[in-house]
């Protein structure tokens, strides 16, 4: 199969945003419209901790294992992106059995934190081998829309902070303590978006109704 070719298949949906922005929240709430609406949906989120070594590894350089592992923006890029190219599979299943996937983190999310993490944008060196990494050497589908869920990095700093407190599990790794890295990476996100990278992209603010973008995802499904 080409990259990024989905023919006969669903709608893949890349749920994006900082840590702490409420992106699981969303895609539940989306899920389940899309489900009253009889329509086949699926989820999937990215990284696949406790499902992947190449995830769990990463999330153990974040908190501090691993020597210097975690200082290597390419080397962490790299583990995020095997991640995904041992899901590809999985994830074109999805897509053959369903009639829209609705994904937790995606590629731009690799691209966005590191793009931050070495003070480029959205069309820099580090996003340029991230998109040929996982869209053209590991043949990922490309994303039929992205949609940026816009919280503040404050708000989402503040929520990522309680979720840490009240679950151990969820406590706070190196890049979710780093308020400099979040804000520029919700920076980076914003040029994605406007920029419409690797295709269509729309804002999904705090406030706005859940059922509103599940109503705009069924007439995309519809066409």
Known sequence: MAPGSLLAMGALVAIE?????????????????????????ATLAFPRYGRSVHADLAA???????????????????????????????????LAGND?????????????Y???RTD???????ASWVAELEFGRFELP??????????????AAERARRRGEADA????DAYERDKGLQERTAAVYRVMAEAH????????????????LAARLSKIIAR
């Open 100 to 112: 829209i996937v609705l994904l937790d983190r995606y590629v731009a999310s690799n691209v966005a």
């Open 114 to 116: 590191n793009a931050a």
């Open 169 to 172: 599990s969820r406590a706070l």
């Open 17 to 41: 945003g900082l840590d702490g922005a409420g992106k699981r929240t969303l895609i539940d709430a989306v899920a389940a419209g899309l489900t009253e609406g009889g329509l086949r949906v």
């Open 60 to 94: 153990e350089a974040l908190r501090g294992r691993h020597g210097d592992l975690a200082a290597s923006v390419n080397a962490m890029a790299l583990l995020f992106a095997l991640d995904r190219a041992d899901a590809r599979e999985e994830l074109l299943k999805l």
């Open 142 to 155: 490309v994303p039929q829309l992205h949609v940026l869920l816009a919280v503040p990095a404050e708000l």
């Open 197 to 212: 990278w690797c295709g269509p992209w729309w804002l999904h603010a705090p406030h706005d109704d859940p059922a509103t």
């Open 120 to 126: 480029q944008s959205a069309d820099g060196e580090i």
